[in-house]
């Protein structure tokens, strides 16, 4: 009866252990459908979060994550060596402190030197490899952008290595690749055709045209800047239930016209998002950085920040938008007496226009 009883046991555990991997796998292999299916629009960090670190920078896939950002955009090239870093030039020498090709230098070479940031200041961070970059990333389950302008992507290995990175980092389902060279994107397409593609579309003169070619894909989505689209064209892509993503979202006002036409993703280099209490996380970020030089301006715009998030909560829009006015005279006297970077300045004041448009 014992023997019986611990058959019946074997069998049962074996039988649910089937199911349950069946069912993980199911769901894994969904999990493309998932976020191409959503209608959430989600905000993402061209370069990763560059408003809080350097961009391209492990750190900056970090910050996307503690920004609140849904997807990251990176820039792949190929060292002397064989190895795959972040960098959005063919050089070094506008982002760290060294110089050269990247083709021309190794890996170790590239990590000899330090990141600077937007400004010309030398910071402690390194260029990161994609495994590095793509590790950060999945931490805070990010999407990914793979920008298909830089790096050999009519290399089989290439692609095959990128490929592998991304799977073995676990953000392969959860991203897509910008191709806008026709051959390229097709060949890409043979090699792994439930990779989500795209390209740069114009979506006011081409917009059937680019729906035609981009619906031959198993997996697509389109893309355009939001210069180039319209309520109409927006419209009509939907229509063909095509997601759209539009990048170049990077003021008010085009942050504006995006939100009328919900885009699934949103890119940008200057907009953070959730509103005002990611503001204050970033402010405390650049004054650890150094990129605030003075410890009262840190202070006051923090305090500013803090009423504005009470006045948020409360309700009282009005008291919000007056203490939001008063936030960006604070800045006009910040950059004019040089205290904030220009970068700064134009990041926290973008933001706050937005909330008063927002609050209005």
């Given at each position: 009866m014992k023997r019986k009883f611990w058959m019946l046991s074997i069998v049962s555990i074996f039988v649910l252990s089937f199911a349950f991997n069946h069912v993980a796998h199911a769901e894994s292999a969904g999990k493309a459908d998932e976020w191409l299916g959503s209608d959430k629009t989600e905000?993402?960090?061209h370069r990763g979060a560059h408003v809080a670190v350097p961009e391209n920078t492990a750190e900056a896939?970090?910050?996307?994550?503690?920004?609140?950002?849904?997807?990251v955009e990176i820039d792949i090239q190929e060292t002397k060596d064989g190895q795959y870093v972040l960098m959005h030039d063919?050089?070094?020498?506008?982002?760290?402190?060294?110089s050269g090709n990247i083709k021309d230098l190794t890996l170790k070479e590239i990590k000899?030197?330090?990141?600077?940031?937007?400004d010309g200041n030398e910071t402690n961070y390194k260029v990161p490899t994609l495994g590095e970059a793509l590790e950060e990333a999945h931490k805070y389950n990010l999407g990914v952008n793979f920008d298909g302008s830089k790096g050999d992507w009519d290399s089989k290995q290439f692609v095959d290595d990128v490929m592998r990175?991304?799977?073995e980092n676990d953000v392969l389902d959860h991203s897509f690749f910008v191709l806008s060279n026709k051959n390229i994107r097709d060949q890409f397409n043979a090699w792994y055709p439930e990779a989500t593609v795209t390209f740069l579309g114009d979506a006011v003169k081409n917009v059937d045209e680019d729906m035609k070619e981009l619906k031959k894909y198993d997996s697509a989505i389109y893309t355009t800047s939001i210069h180039n689209i319209d309520k109409a064209a927006a419209e009509k892509i939907k229509e063909e239930n095509l997601k759209l993503h539009v990048y170049k979202v990077d003021s008010a006002e085009t942050y504006a016209k995006a939100m009328e036409i919900k885009p699934r993703l949103i890119e940008t280099d200057?907009?953070?998002?959730?509103?005002?209490?990611?503001?204050?996380?970033l402010v405390v970020q650049l004054n650890k950085e150094g990129v605030i030089?003075?410890?009262?301006?840190?202070r006051t715009l923090k305090m500013h920040l803090e009423a504005i998030k009470h006045f948020v909560k409360s309700g009282k829009d009005d008291k919000a938008v007056k203490h939001l006015k008063n936030f960006n005279k604070?800045?006009?006297?910040?950059?004019?007496?040089?205290?904030?970077?220009?970068?700064?300045y134009n990041t926290l004041h973008i933001n706050a226009d937005i909330l008063i448009n927002q609050k209005k």
């Open positions: 905000i993402s960090a896939m970090k910050w996307a994550g503690l920004l609140g950002y849904g997807f063919a050089n070094i020498d506008r982002t760290t402190t060294g000899s030197y330090n990141v600077v940031d937007a990175i991304a799977e200057v907009i953070v998002p959730d509103g005002v209490e990611k503001l204050v996380v030089k003075d410890a009262q301006a840190f604070l800045l006009d006297h910040l950059i004019s007496n040089k205290i904030i970077s220009e970068t700064t």
